[in-house]
């Protein structure tokens, strides 16, 4: 099937001579949620802005459910809804005007009960006529979101959408991405929240200094990567490890008070009966066993020192 983005060699100069993109190609499937994760300066809104044409490419191409971004702009373009990552309003419009009007730029009938609909969803009903410069910042933030799905895309970026927020909105935010994709919507976003990538992504892309380092299903990417623990919390503490447990691969951890030992992710031969059976037979006593497994955070600052 057709991929809902095609971004195809892309890269930026900007004028100055900061290269912010290097040869991306990237492939997003139709009704596919993707989490970019990179520092500050990565890159990640430059490809946003150039996807959503508001910043030209030095080169590559980009295309949206086969339209090109340059040569179709208005196809291209209709498809697509950006919330930006900078708060940019109009501050003497109400949030009513603000997305009717949204709606109109983009050539569409008026949608009375969509409009509605929306500000409901994103709990801005009750504000639908107040001057937008009288929001709270947060309140902001949802008209933002609100802007960007008035014209029904089918290609949805959220540019950060989640910095500075309070929870109940990132709730709503998280919630009202799950609708979308339920809808077949494919939504693109950026993030420094881990656990928000964590949470709703099904593909996670890494890009650091402008270049993709790579792009991977959230489910193989935290098993390849991640470590799993088995952890072991001894009755008393130990001063050394007994040498039949060394060669397994045990350490000490907690003062002596705890075994611990570190496996691949991916590995399903650790045979923890195996393991018990050596600590007991080295006599030590054993209070608890837990396992634990990386979060996704750990294997991405992981990935990105691998490539510094
Ligand atoms: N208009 C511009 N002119 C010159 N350089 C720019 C411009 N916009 C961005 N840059 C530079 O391009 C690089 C990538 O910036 P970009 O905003 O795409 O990063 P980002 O990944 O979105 O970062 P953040 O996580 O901080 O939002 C940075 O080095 C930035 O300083
Ligand atoms: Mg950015």
Known sequence: MQPMLSVQGLTKTYKGGKQALSNVNLDVAKGEILALLGPNGA????????ICGIVTATSGKVLVDGFDNVSDYRQARGLVGLVPQELTTDAFETPWDNLCFSRELFGLKPNPALVEQIL????????KDT?????????KRRLLIAKALVHEPQLLFLDEPTAGVDVALRQDMWNMVEKLRQQG????????YIEEAEAIADRVGIIRGGELLLVEDKTTLMQNMGQK???VDLKGPLSCVPESLASLGFVLAKE???????????????????????????????????TQQSSLEEIFIELL????
Do not use: C, F, P
């Open 185 to 192: 919507v494919t939504v693109v976003l950026t993030t420094h």
């Open 229 to 231: 623990q088995l952890l």
């Open 120 to 127: 409901k969803d994103l709990s801005l009903w009750d504000k």
């Open 256 to 290: 002596g008070l705890q075994l611990l030992l570190n496996y691949r992710g991916n590995d399903d031969t650790l045979d923890v009966g195996a393991m018990l059976s050596a600590i007991h037979e080295a006599g030590v006593e054993v209070l608890d066993i837990h």
């Open 305 to 308: 020192q691998e490539a510094s």
């Open 131 to 139: 001057r937008i410069m009288a929001l709270s910042g947060g309140m």
């Open 43 to 50: 890159g990640k809104t430059t490809m946003i802005s150039i």
